[in-house]
């Protein structure tokens, strides 16, 4: 080991390791995953006495009520969790990840073939009916060179529910992911998406959050050769006593990769607290990358807390570009102000301005069929709460 | 008593070096290395003070055996605290004048360029460390008049004690981290700026900091009481030679800015490539009262630092300009922390750095709104400029706000220098180190035309330094 920067650089080109203390090393062995105690920079922001013991683990039977809509062309089959491995998903980096694979008692593989062009988007609906067992989920998709595909995740109901997915993205394909979290008030949802984005490849992938009483969603994204480019958005809205989490992590390990990240959030009510941690990370070898994030919360009533923490690191000079902003502020008084003087009531330019704020995101999700439902579901979450109240 | 040159025969041949230069050392000499109680003792009794002082340095290096290394930012694993000598009287007392220096010393100003400030009267005063009592310090006479005091800090205990046990320890308490203990333990040297009420002092206050003896820490202590309504910008620049082993720097700046007063403190450090620049610098705001840290990294070879501000009263402000260079071997941990307590503050932070050669900077900083701290207002820019593929940047912005009605943005960007803003400069003629160089000085020039005018000179001739050799 040498404890210069140079001597690190060195290192890092020879060794293809990084030392990074946001973003600890993938393993299948638990004992890499010590359970966490809280004070851990990965889990200083989560509540874990609201995780209802499923940090600790055991097997578990219990599977969510699943319902699929399956467009033709794509199979889906059940594998032990060794050939998952084999099948070379993304190992797991977080104990939650590592306790799904040991745990879940094999996965669900989807395979789509390579070139096959699918419009229909696959739906998979999980929904669960109790919060007193836990359930762990294992699934790895695997998408051929030169596919495309849409597959839609939907959670509803009570779960306490912990969940890894591994997205194998062939080379040139063009996937567009959405997982809607739309659980139920008492819900615990640990999740997390890998993607590996193949040579050229493009990936869409849309975290929402709407239910649960603590959501935390994992988007991570390497790359597995030069060109690919991964747009990660994430929409949330959190409610009175709501604790909603999402990491994400662009691991650049290629060449001329690209990464596009934006979340919007809305809070409102006493003790609603959302988190976004946005990791990005440029090694050595990954020259001529391009990557920004953003985050941006609104605060709509007193009582809330947003936390909000954009990291970058980068290893190497030969860069396209590289930034993050975050900002988290209430509502623009000039904006309602501007509303007002036209005549609008102040519940309406509310409203308007909470809608202004996700319209333009929820149209880029790709999924026509869905932004429409999308939109009425914030319309809805509005309604509960800020128009009530003013 | 076995002297450090018998014991180590291969410093006599450490004269002369062809990036630094170093004075003989007569000082260092008689300095024991290590620490303990005893040490502690000495110092406070070879400065005759008060019981009070001691007791405060005995429970300071307690804290400092039992307080944690820092485990984030840079390894630090290889300081070695056996090996630092704690403190070292200059064999000189302090000389009323500038002639009266000695000749050595005054070689070393002449080359920091001390002078000709001095006789172009930009600085009130200078109040030059020279290892670790300062044996140099002048006020300018209508400075006095106003009631302004303006010394070294060891003189301060010794003619305004009062005032400085009111405030020593207040900002940064005794255990605050392990450097701080550390500090508090074997403090010597430093600054004592105390401004009366409503006195707006209009010429920067400055002061140069120099380690001269190998392996001397070197732990001043800066204590600034702003009282109300008045103001002070206090400048601190420090430059190092060479030396073989490392070197510690760990310097403890407090600041008390009172209802209404404005502060700044300017700092450039071009501490020597060996030296450990772990450095905790605070300041507390009262209402209506503004803070302003513009915090220049060039030298050392690693730097933690993140001046900070707490906000106490009602439209406090805090504000922290940044600018850092890290060349090879080098690693600049720097950003700042702001901390919002009461209702209508704002803070701003803007820091640039740019990295070359396998250096590396990290932006770390935090701003924390507390509950009650009401509509507070903040606002983080971090600019990166790498201008090679092997230098490496982070940023690691911490945001914690328990308060709903605040305003918070924070916005990156890390850049390469572009090949076509080279070309075109090129092809107008320039060479590439100074095409470079110019563009360098175009990224910081938000930072550096907010410095003193000498200091930006010394800061642009630093950027061109910094970039010879820097492309080929």
Known sequence: MTDTPVGDAVETVESGTIRSHLNPPPSYDLADHPVPVGTEEVWRFTPLKRLRGLLDGEPSEARLTQENSVPAGIEVSHITAEQAREIGEVPPSERPAALAVSLAGGATLVDVPAEAEIDEPMVVDLSGDSVDTRVWGHTVYRIGNHAKVTVVVRHTGSATYCSTTSFLVGDGADVTILSLQDWADDAVHLGRDAIRVGRDAKVKHTSISFGGDLVRMHANVEYDGPGGEAELLGLYFADAGQHLEHRLFADHTAPRTKSRVTYKGALQGQGAHTVWIGNVLIRKVAEGIDTYEENRNLVLTEGCQADSVPNLEIETGDIEGAGHASATARFDDEQLFYLRSRGVSEKEAQRLVVHGFFNDLIRRVGIPSIEDRLLETVEAELARNVLKES | ?472
């Open chain 2, 1 to 472: 008593m076995t002297t450090i040159e018998e014991l180590n025969p291969e410093l006599k041949g450490i004269g002369r070096y062809e990036y630094g230069w170093a004075d003989s050392d007569s000082a260092g000499a008689s300095a024991q290395r290590g620490l303990s109680d005893a040490v502690v003792r000495d110092i406070s009794g070879k400065k005759s003070e008060p019981d009070w002082m001691l007791d405060l340095r005995l429970k300071g290096l307690k804290l400092f055996g039992r307080k944690p290394m820092p485990t984030w930012g840079s390894d630090l694993s290889d300081i070695d605290f056996d090996n630092i000598k704690y403190f070292v009287r200059s064999t000189e007392q302090q000389a009323a004048s500038w002639e009266d220096l000695p000749e050595d010393i005054k070689n070393t100003y002449d080359k920091l360029g001390i002078p000709e400030a001095e006789k172009q009267r930009l600085v009130a005063g200078v109040a030059a460390q020279y290892e670790s009592e300062v044996v140099y310090h002048q006020i300018r006479e209508d400075l006095e008049e106003q009631g302004v005091i303006f010394v070294d800090t060891d003189t301060a205990l010794k003619e305004h004690e009062e005032l400085f046990k009111e405030y020593f320890g207040t900002v940064i308490p005794v255990g605050d981290n392990k450097f701080a203990a550390l500090n508090t333990s074997v403090w010597s040297g430093g600054s004592f700026i105390y401004v009366p009420k409503g006195v707006h002092v209009d010429i920067p206050l400055q002061a140069y900091f120099r380690i001269n003896t190998e392996n001397m820490g070197q732990f001043e202590r800066t204590l600034i009481i702003v009282d109300e309504d008045a103001y002070v910008h206090y400048v601190e620049g420090c430059t190092a030679p060479i030396y073989k082993s490392d070197s510690l720097h760990s310097a403890v700046v407090e600041i008390v800015v009172k209802k209404g007063g404005r502060c700044r403190y300017t700092t450039i450090q071009n501490w020597s490539n060996n030296v450990y620049n772990l450095v905790t610098k605070r300041a507390t705001c009262e209402a209506g009262a503004t803070m302003e840290w513009v915090d220049g990294n060039i030298g050392s070879k690693v730097t933690m630092k993140y001046p900070a501000v707490y906000l106490m009263g009602e439209h406090a402000k805090g504000e922290t300009l940044s600018i850092a260079f890290a060349g090879e071997g080098q690693h600049q941990d720097a950003g700042s922390k702001m901390v919002h307590a009461a209702p209508h503050t704002s803070s701003s932070i803007l820091s640039k750095s740019v990295a070359r050669g396998g250096g590396r900077t990290s932006y770390r900083g935090l701003v924390q709104v507390n509950e009650g701290a009401h509509h507070s207002k903040s606002n983080v820019l971090c600019d990166a400029l790498l201008v090679d593929q092997i230098s490496r940047s982070d940023t690691y912005p911490y945001v914690d706000i328990r308060e709903d009605d605040v305003s918070m943005g924070h916005e990156a960007t890390v850049s390469k220098v572009s090949e076509d803003q080279l070309f075109y400069l090129m092809s107008r003629g320039m060479e590439e180190d100074e095409a470079m160089a110019m563009i360098v000085r175009g990224f910081v020039e938000p930072i550096a035309k907010e410095l003193p005018m000498e200091y930006a000179l010394e800061l642009n001739r630093l950027i061109e330094l910094q970039m010879e050799g820097a492309v080929g």
